[in-house]
């Protein structure tokens, strides 16, 4: 079991950049694959971005590709998304969640936290 805490979220205005962080309890974060997610409103949960459990494979969305880069740091159970050249259509909550199979290429989250809001003005 590993419980997920998101923060960082915040009002933020076009162009300008946000530093997400997702803090894991437990002892086996550094063995669980991890992802980024996010939900506008109205709308359908998206995946944004993946990163494996060593940090060695990372995956984006293409929506999000060379604007946002996700890292992790097993040593402080903490995985980070730094969104760059933000655009209102980025405007979401953005949850990170965590897959114990690792399964890359066929993840299957089984651990999600509450999410934090970003919002992005035009």
């Known amino acids: 079991q590993v419980q997920l805490v998101e923060s960082g979220g915040g009002l933020v205005q076009a162009g300008g950049s946000l530093r997400l962080s997702c803090a894991a309890s437990g002892r086996t974060f550094s063995s669980y694959d991890m992802g980024w997610f996010r939900r506008a409103p109205g709308k359908e949960r998206d995946f944004v971005a993946a990163i494996s459990w060593s940090g060695g494979r990372t995956y984006y969305a293409d929506s999000v590709k060379g604007r946002f880069t996700i890292s992790r740091d097993n040593a402080r159970n903490t995985v980070y998304l730094q969104m760059n050249s933000l655009k209102p259509e980025d405007t979401a909550v953005y949850y990170c969640?965590?897959?114990?199979?690792?399964?890359?290429?066929?993840?299957?989250?089984?651990?999600w936290g509450q999410g934090t809001q970003v919002t992005v003005s035009s």
């Open positions: 969640a965590a897959d114990p199979n690792r399964n890359w290429g066929r993840p299957t989250y089984a651990y």
